[in-house]
């Protein structure tokens, strides 16, 4: 009988354990899912493409002269069992070959210069200013993704200092171009509050084009973001012009009090918290280029 309570008690001492472990990881994993709101996303991200690793700057020779716009990887395979790379003047056929920092790299005769593309999307928050440098010595996006990679990437278009949300940063000339070019119409979608009520027919004005000191503006959507709440709208457009959303809502006769890019190009503020910057996946580029 003894040695049946016995038992009857480890079981229970054994269950309770199981309990407690299991109440343990749940709490644990509350814990971390609420930190990784507020944590720098390079901490919290452990999917899509891996932040850059300075300890070994070394690189696969294919993916060089991939990232130099030579062709593809498994093209540049080919090409290098082709004998027409050369590294340092010497042919190279071997693959897996790793190109370091300063080595010369030669494709056909001609000298090969293969600055790793960077994108880098950053959820910009109020009071920083969309410049490189500034003399006034006032806050700078750059300072927000000066970690990002040792490349040095430039933003795309900007937002101004009191406007929030999406702002990428790349070093791929090309694709900035056609990102801010009127003839591409990348499309940006904006979050207004304003200071009071906005009217159907302001609504409708925003569609028509509301004509500014710098030609007409017409939205291409524009509507109420809650229902009931006529003060906050959602609008979208693909004009590059500066402060066009502030300066369209003015001429309307209402003061802008918040104005956040929730929508840049097809990307999403999605799991990016304010001041936080994420690298782009390969789909993502892709996308960007081909649209």
Known sequence: MNSRNKKAGSNNKGSDKKTSSKYGQSKSRKATKAKGKYIDYKESLKKGDPLPNFKDD????NKYLSNAGICSRREADVLIKTGIVTVNDKVVTEMGYKVNPGDVVKYDGGTINAETKQ???LNKPKGFITTMDD??????VMTLVNKACKERVYPVGRLDKDTTGLLLFTNDGDLAKKLTHPRHKAS???HVSVDKKVSKEDLDSLLNGITLEDGTTRFDNAEYVKDGNSYEVGVELHSGKNRIVRRTFEALGYKVIKLDRVVFAGLTKKDLPRGMFRHLTEKEVAFLKMS
Request: glycine content about 6%; charged content about 30%.
């Open 58 to 61: 070394s690189i696969r020779l």
């Open 119 to 121: 994108y880098v999307l």
């Open 135 to 140: 003399p006034r010595g006032r806050k700078t």
């Open 188 to 190: 940006k979608i904006y």
